[in-house]
């Protein structure tokens, strides 16, 4: 059986769908190493041992890039996600640096990939680890580079070599018991993050493409705007006549069919090296120069900290918004980066638009920042203020998953129509 992989692979989470699914578990992109405190490491380890027999947040693993293949090897020991989180000794996670380039993401996205078909296998077999079991996982998977790089047919193809071959991941953490999974790798596709959202969403159900005239969409210009941790991508799709077809507004019968192209406008398609982690940098920088000031010592924070302090484990005083043990508030300093965020993605925006302002019908977001209301509620106040239209500047309703089921959906068709093609 070749599994089907869509992974938005991140600067913030690795999200993936599975043969048509959501796996339901985002993996942070985050790392840190076993080895700098080894008796700690296996104190950590053996209270998570007796604690719960969760295996997602004990992602200790060897993980062999390119197993078979001398000239591109690649091995790391590192602990992964939830694991990296609780062990801090030397935590890492990505820099602001070229995607189609970084071994340790391809590597963490191989490593979640494993894990991920290892845990639907328990699931839905009721498989049960066994000492020294050796599995393996074959797949297609397609995935995506910020606009920038995906639109350099080079970076894209040097990306997707990164993939195919066959990979060993060995998880080390004593509840795997030594299970070693080789996951082979077969087709791999890359596309522009934010490009197969906006098809996706388009293309949908009740979506635009399926409830508008063809010739209603003619020269109808949308927009995703894909607000992820380093980067926020505008992208620019407008529907397009046939190239055969002709059409004329004035002369046309109603039995007349003429076929519409959706076609991206590199023109109109753009993007900032700017997201919500690059928010949390600077969160983090200011806490920083705060503690410098007062001649306090502190720990070195990462934007996880900053993540975390918006879930239940930053709730103190009855709110949330703290780092904790330290007990640092930063929700204000956070809301305040945020606002500078927006504004900045809304000039990006306007230089694009400002011209062709009522060709734009719908402006859509998604990405991790499209779930926080105060990026949202200034780019909505600020568009609107310049023109835009009130209704048509809307979050996708699976905003954090919108990448990976657009990646998912353009690689089965590619599958499927390489199979008619094969008969």
Known sequence: MIHNIGIDGGNSTLNLVIDGENFPRSIPSIQSDPSPAKTNYNNSIFKSRNTNNQLWNKLHAETTLHKNNKDKLFRSEFLLG???????????????????????????????????????????????????????????????????????????SEWANMFPGLHEIHFKHPIFKNLKIDLVIEKVLVFVEGEMALNLELNKPGGVYDTTKPEALLQKKMVMTDIGGHTTEIVTLSYEMDQDDTYDEFDISDDEEITIIPETKAHLTDGIQRGVLTIMEDVITEVEEEYRRQGKPLRKLTTR???????????????????????????????????????????????????????????????????????????????????????????????????????????????????????
């Open 82 to 156: 939830h694991m990296a989180e609780e062990y801090q000794k030397d935590q890492r996670s990505r820099g602001n640096r070229e995607k189609y380039q970084d071994k340790d993401l391809a590597k963490w996205m191989i490593t979640a990939m494993a894990y991920a078909l290892l845990e639907l296998k328990i699931q839905n077999e009721d498989y049960e680890i066994k000492e020294g079991d050796l599995l393996q996982f074959n797949i297609n998977m397609s995935t995506g580079l910020p606009y920038r790089e995906g639109s350099d047919e080079k970076k894209k």
């Open 305 to 423: 900290d900053i993540e975390l302090a918006f879930t239940k484990k930053g709730r103190f005083n009855g709110k949330i918004g703290w780092i904790l043990p330290e007990e640092i508030y930063v929700k204000d300093i956070f809301e305040r980066q945020a606002e500078n965020l927006a504004m900045e993605i809304v000039q990006r925006i306007h230089s694009l638009f400002q011209d062709i302002i009522s060709e734009i019908d719908t402006i859509y977001l998604c990405g991790g920042g499209s779930r926080i209301d105060s990026i949202i509620n200034r780019i909505k106040k600020e568009l609107i203020s310049l023109g835009y239209k009130d209704d048509k500047i809307t979050p996708l309703t699976d905003p954090i998953f919108a990448n990976a089921k657009g990646y998912y959906l353009a690689l089965v068709e590619y599958v499927e129509n390489a199979e008619e093609l094969a008969c």
